[in-house]
């Protein structure tokens, strides 16, 4: 039930011809800033996230006048419909400091935009409930537990900081290969038997860390 409404809330195309193939089944470049207040705290992450040509293809399907590609507004209903399914998975964001839970409240400025080639992008702010101070490094790992979903960075400046004190600074941790039985799990019976709250994804994702003098 989980899987499935996260395959309505975002359209995936299940029906598709591909869709046996195994995990992962939709991919999305991440770009992210790590936004500051003006008391030098953290207070959020911006993101946003590029959906591959399929899912694009499907997310835009039906809208946009005379080929072209449709308009924020025409996609206001599914970036809506988007953002409040995300919530039960944390908006796939999970943030640490002093090896706590940081936790984030419900998202702003929440988008989706086309661009020519009808690319979409789903870009919003996710506020922290407790804005924290960077004096002791806060990290974030963006990504899907189940792996059905594949997050990957973009390859320039993916991670940046945002109205950030002077000295502050953003080091990104890759995650560590894959073992040989790792590997072989990568099948879709695997994640179609996986347990409740196995957590598969966050071995693949790599770690922002921000820190400020």
Same mark, same amino acid.
């Given at each position: ?7 309505i ?7 598709a011809?591909?869709? %046996?193939?195994a995990h &992962?089944h ?6 992210s800033?790590v936004?500051? !207040?003006? *008391? !030098?705290?953290?207070? /959020?992450v911006r993101?946003a996230?590029?959906? $591959?040509e ?10 946009g006048?005379? /080929? ?5 507004e025409?996609?206001? &209903? ?11 998975? $944390?908006?796939? =964001?999970y943030?640490?400091q002093?090896?706590?839970?940081? %936790?984030?409240?419900? &998202?702003?400025?929440v988008?989706?935009e %086309?661009? *020519?080639?009808?690319? +979409? =992008? ?5 506020p922290? #409930?407790?804005?924290v ?8 790992q963006?990504?899907d537990? =189940?792996?059905?979903?594949?997050? /990957?960075?973009e390859?320039?400046?993916p991670?940046?900081?945002a #109205? @950030?004190?002077? !000295?502050?600074? +953003?080091?990104?941790? $890759?995650?560590?290969?894959? +073992? ?10 695997f ?5 409740? /709250? @196995? $957590?598969? !994804?966050v071995?693949?994702a790599?770690?922002?860390? +921000?820190?400020?003098?």
């Amino acid at each position: 039930m989980r899987l499935r409404h996260f395959l309505i809330a975002l359209l995936l195309i299940v029906a598709a011809p591909h869709a %046996a193939r195994a995990h &992962p089944h939709v991919w999305v470049a991440v770009r992210s800033e790590v936004v500051f !207040g003006p *008391d !030098g705290r953290i207070t /959020g992450v911006r993101h946003a996230w590029e959906f $591959d040509e399929m899912y694009s293809a499907f997310a835009v399907q039906g809208l946009g006048k005379d /080929g072209k590609a449709p308009t924020r507004e025409e996609l206001a &209903p599914l970036a809506k419909t988007n953002v409040e399914s995300l919530a039960e998975f $944390d908006y796939f =964001t999970y943030a640490r400091q002093n090896n706590a839970k940081a %936790a984030f409240g419900a &998202p702003e400025n929440v988008y989706l935009e %086309a661009n *020519d080639k009808k690319i +979409v =992008t789903l870009h919003f702010f996710l506020p922290l #409930q407790t804005p924290v101070a960077a004096k002791k490094p806060f990290s974030f790992q963006v990504y899907d537990p =189940t792996y059905f979903v594949s997050f /990957g960075l973009e390859k320039k400046e993916p991670v940046k900081l945002a #109205q @950030a004190p002077s !000295g502050c600074s +953003v080091s990104l941790v $890759d995650p560590a290969p894959l +073992v040989a039985t790792d590997n072989q799990k990568l099948s879709e019976a695997f994640f179609q038997n996986m347990s409740p /709250g @196995a $957590d598969f !994804g966050v071995k693949l994702a790599t770690r922002a860390i +921000v820190a400020c003098p």
